[in-house]
């Protein structure tokens, strides 16, 4: 009882001292069966050019502890709202970059919020546990509750990390350990085995390989950066593994006018996947399986279609290579469907699907098969963390509950149109606006006028992300609605004005 | 005002909610000094056998979605207590193991109990930013306040990750980067530098490697484990590299009758140190970095002397390569100095220090040469997490205020005498009692009996933890005080008296 009057009282104080007392910020209710009104700023406001004096006073501060090189502004977390990101010089930005795409619901989504008030939910927070070992009561079903509710087709075990790299290095050694045991049939590992793995040599650490392609992102820890070949910048003077890497389809757009090139242009690069399988067989480094991103992301944000996806999983399937989807950017609803192979209308889509940013805990999901045949063999201190749990399950709640799912098909749909015809309006400009929900992007001449385009459309108020040699990436939120979309055309369409 | 009437109001609920109903807790005040009262039980306190019925049931529950070989039992987090974990079935176990090594303070330490109550910190928890390009506001405040106070010697810049295997793999990438620059001098990387790279080859993805030790454990993600070589079942079936392996000092104990057998098993060491830098150097797969614990934990607490270290990195020094000390377990307090390798009284301890664990986020210090030169090529989506930082500031204010130190340190020789004594009364069960502040250890005859002894420890309330092939080790949180040693060693004693 008193803890759900410390609750109430506790939630209206932050309406009055967090909310309400910040200028400008409205509620918006279109429904009246959202049980949720939703909450956010009227637009962006600028007050300086960004990075402003206060975040380049920071910034040099923050110099004398770290590279700095790569930090954009310094951020006033507690007065963003949903679409909304504040700087510390008073500037409040329509923010379609997301925290590189981790912010699922916007900033400070009242459920998040809420969540924090309850005094049950404090030990989560700061006993971390174990969780291989000593999980807490409630673990088995928060896991059910919120992940495996959201499981892909085919799969019903989940194992948490803490972030996108621990993610696909955990994927990468069920995926080898999977492919060695199938080797050894009913055998169990012989003494050779147990002896070499512990100085590094084969058989004990086979010479197996992971294929990936060329434009791939899988995060930047050692195993998977041989599997990332987006940028120099990721890769230069770090040791690697010698793997396969196949090209990625380059689509022309429009599709609908491309659609025999585009099939040459998958078949050839499936092909290709083949060879490479049987070229690494024969090297002595099997293909234990494939990574592969239902669409590119950091790479530029490059499509394939729902066929080319099809005939890989049954390529690996035919040469007994486990299927691994990183949904790590992709997933999460930001496509229109919670997971973006959903789009390729797959009973069996993959053999393992792993998760990172907008579910806020890292991990995979696996077919059976692919589960370790014995405890430790995949294990770290954390195994993700229940707090980040407690999150997810409630992101997933305000999913359901203002069927965003939904709202990101209509917004997309309306941000695609308008790209294209910005694209039609402007095209020295603009080429190969695409996207899945509001998963868009579009290509710009150069470089150098990408970066220009950003730093423009930023200093009138909207984060835009870049991907790929020149195109820049759209990932908006969960909550980024109809509305929000027309803002930013019309910065956007401004912007463009001015480049002529 | 209102949000700190709040902040007291939520406290006092939360006494009266979730210390004051749970039976058998107390309030131990020792010193009148002391801001903060502690607050712990009484002792342990045993209802069922462990695992409990209601563990076994929820392990068959998770035992659906996960591998669950490896789960102890589930626990009850919100009725634990400083040293006291609590379990499902109602057991209260005096907890030395301390959820791998990871609980600084103990569980539900009030300090950060309050931490969470105060209004401004929600919105750390619930917008979990891309620090490396969007970084709050205090985040140069709040590094500096907490991980920068207890820098190692000669370091200024430290770099957040979010688990210790992170840390690692990025501070190998460093070492790396660091190494290859230093090659090339003032010459930019070669255009085929940045061609091979992408397709991991030669020259672009160098053949450098890491030397590590017999018996070290530096994580499991890929490029860790390629230094890791403690236990088989860590490292069979993963790829690895072809990295040096120097073996670590075996020292014979007592150290006192041993001297010179261990000074020349020292030596033995670093002499094969230096030949496996020039044997790789001459394989062409060069010595970037050195990397060592301090005290190898996972694999059996083996230690050396600070000579040994002193050597080492002397040695790393003296063929070009950097010397990183992986203090993810032996870091924060745990051996009576704040990081492991103070006791080896040198000022330019090393190049690189990783830490996880104790400290709730992972990252790494580095001698400013050590840092990248441009950004983005150590980063990651997250890079660290500023709601772990808000925790670890508490923490350290915490060690400092309640001297934990210096607890640390006379804990630890209460525990060591105690160790001592038993094994002279137990000769055929103990051996090689050791260590340093409370991070001890003793090796058990065998393995089946060490297997044996923590069983029944843990059925009379006292959970402990195994390492190497038959070691038991200590790992209690730094609020570990003397009369818990006693505790402790009136249970040991009571399950060794009944081995016999």
């Known amino acids: 009882m008193a803890s759900s009057l410390i609750s109430r009282q506790l939630a209206l104080s932050l309406q009055k001292n967090l909310w309400l007392s910040a200028s400008g910020c409205r509620y918006v209710s279109k429904a009246a069966t959202k049980t949720q009104m939703e909450f956010d700023y009227d637009g962006p406001s600028m007050k300086t050019s960004v990075p402003g004096p206060r975040s380049q006073e920071l910034t040099k501060q923050l110099g004398d502890i770290q590279n700095v090189g790569a930090v954009n502004f310094f951020c006033n977390y507690e007065e963003s709202r949903g679409n909304y ?144 070949h987006s940028k120099v910048i990721h890769k230069l003077d770090i040791p690697s593994f010698d793997w396969p890497i196949a090209p990625f389809p380059r689509l022309q757009y429009p599709l609908e006018e491309f659609t025999r090139e585009n099939a040459q242009e998958e078949s050839r690069c499936l092909e290709e996947v083949e060879d490479l399988i049987v070229k690494w067989r024969q090297k002595g480094k099997p293909v234990a399986g494939i990574v592969v991103e239902p669409i590119q992301a950091e790479g530029g944000d490059n499509h394939a279609s729902p066929d080319f996806f099809r005939s890989l999983r049954n390529i690996a399937r035919k040469h007994g290579s486990a299927f691994h989807v990183d949904e790590v950017q992709t997933g999460g609803g930001t496509t229109g469907k919670f997971w973006a192979h959903e789009h390729w209308g797959m009973d069996d889509p993959a053999d393992i699907v792993s998760f990172s940013k907008k579910l806020l805990t890292g991990g995979y999901f696996q077919r ?88 423009k459309a930023r200093d009138k108020g909207v984060i835009l992300g870049g991907c790929g040699d020149r195109s820049i990436r759209f990932r908006p939120a969960l909550v980024f609605k109809e509305y929000h979309v027309h803002i930013f055309l019309n910065i956007f369409s401004d912007v463009l004005a001015q480049l002529k």
């Open 368 to 455: 059976d098969e692919l589960q370790p045949d014995k405890p430790y063999r995949i294990f770290n201190t954390w195994m993700g963390d229940p707090s980040k749990n407690l999150f997810l399950a409630e992101v997933l709640n305000v999913i359901h509950r203002e069927n965003l799912l939904e709202e990101v098909t209509r917004s997309g749909k309306a941000l695609l149109k308008g790209l294209y015809e910005l694209q039609g309006q402007y095209p020295n400009i603009l080429s190969r606006a695409r996207g899945q929900g509001t998963f868009c992007a579009v290509d710009i001449c150069d470089d150098e006028t990408r970066n220009s385009i950003m730093l």
């Open 85 to 228: 990101l504040v700087d510390v010089d008073g500037n409040r930005m329509l923010d379609l970059y997301t925290q590189i795409s981790s912010i699922p619901i916007g900033y400070n989504h009242p459920a998040l919020l809420k969540l924090m008030t309850n005094p049950h939910n404090l030990s989560t927070f700061v006993n971390r546990p174990a969780l291989g070992i000593l999980p807490p009561e409630n673990f088995p079903d928060k896991i059910s509750e919120s992940l495996l509710s959201v499981a892909p087709s085919g799969m019903s075990r989940v194992q948490t990390m803490a972030c996108g790299s621990c993610s696909n290095e955990n994927a990468f050694k069920s995926m080898f350990i999977w492919y060695r045991n199938k080797e050894r049939g009913q055998t169990a590992p012989s003494d050779q085995d147990l002896s070499t793995c512990m100085v590094n040599q084969a058989p004990g650490c086979p010479d197996l390989s992971i294929l990936s392609f060329m434009g791939s992102f899988h995060g930047r820890t050692m195993g998977c950066l041989a599997t990332t």
